[in-house]
């Protein structure tokens, strides 16, 4: 079966510094990976998608993430934290049929100015 | 935002009694999907629909139904609320299945059963 995880619960990281919030999978076949950001009271939005090619993924709000096979990992980076990155991203996992999508359990981002 | 409305936003009720929820989307698409959000836990799929009247469980449909009478809207009905469904219910939608387009989601309805 499909699994995601993401290990840490927080992650705290200094205005300007690089942030990395980690995500490993199991898949059977070929891994479709997504990461999703959520801010207060809303829902999530969608940042980018790995689905083949370049392991190094680009989406929106300049963060990016890298495809690791060997490792089973799909974290997601960013150069120069923002406080305004401060949210909670979930790492999810294409399920066992297209229409799921399995999430993870989500890591809170802290970025302090 | 993508058009997508989820009502009521907030709800308080009593266990046993019967709760519909209501997800509008004015995209035209395709795909519609229930999660539930709980700490912990992330988002967890109840049901899905991939088009009018065709819907399929998630992983935790247990307790609830949907019915998809019109494209634009995707209703999630608890039969006889229990305190264990207490959680933020998310609707989204997707184009595509959602291994190849993003889902887009609501902004949440708040749901507690007392």
């Known amino acids: 079966a499909q699994s995601v995880a993401q290990p840490e619960d927080q992650v705290n990281v200094a205005e300007g510094n690089p942030l990395t919030v980690k995500c490993t999978y199991s898949v059977s076949g070929n891994p479709y990976l997504f990461w999703y950001v959520q801010y207060p009271n809303r829902g999530l939005q969608f940042l980018l998608k790995?689905?083949?090619?370049?392991?190094l993924v680009k989406g929106s709000y300049g963060f990016e993430a890298e495809f690791n096979k060997s490792q089973t990992s799909f974290h997601l980076k960013k150069p120069s934290a923002l406080v305004s990155d401060s949210a909670l991203y979930f790492c999810a996992v294409r399920g066992d049929s297209s229409y799921k999508l399995i999430f993870g359990s989500g890591t809170r981002l802290l970025v302090r100015p | 935002d993508a058009g997508i409305t989820q009502s009521p936003r907030h709800k308080v009720t009593e266990t046993g009694t019967p709760v519909t929820l209501r997800c509008h989307q004015t995209e035209n698409h395709r795909y519609m999907y229930w999660y539930r959000q709980d700490p912990g836990h992330g988002l967890r799929l109840i049901h899905y629909s991939y088009g009018v009247k065709d819907t399929d469980k998630g992983e935790v449909s247990d307790g609830y139904s949907v019915s998809r009478s019109k494209t634009e809207d995707f209703l999630l009905t608890l039969e006889s609320a229990t305190s264990s469904q207490t959680s933020v219910y998310f609707c989204?939608?997707?184009?595509?299945?959602?291994?190849?387009?993003?889902?887009?989601f609501g902004n949440g309805t708040r749901l507690t059963v007392t």
């Open positions: 989204a939608i997707s184009e595509e299945g959602s291994y190849n387009s993003p889902l887009h």
């Open positions: 790995y689905i083949t090619g370049d392991n």
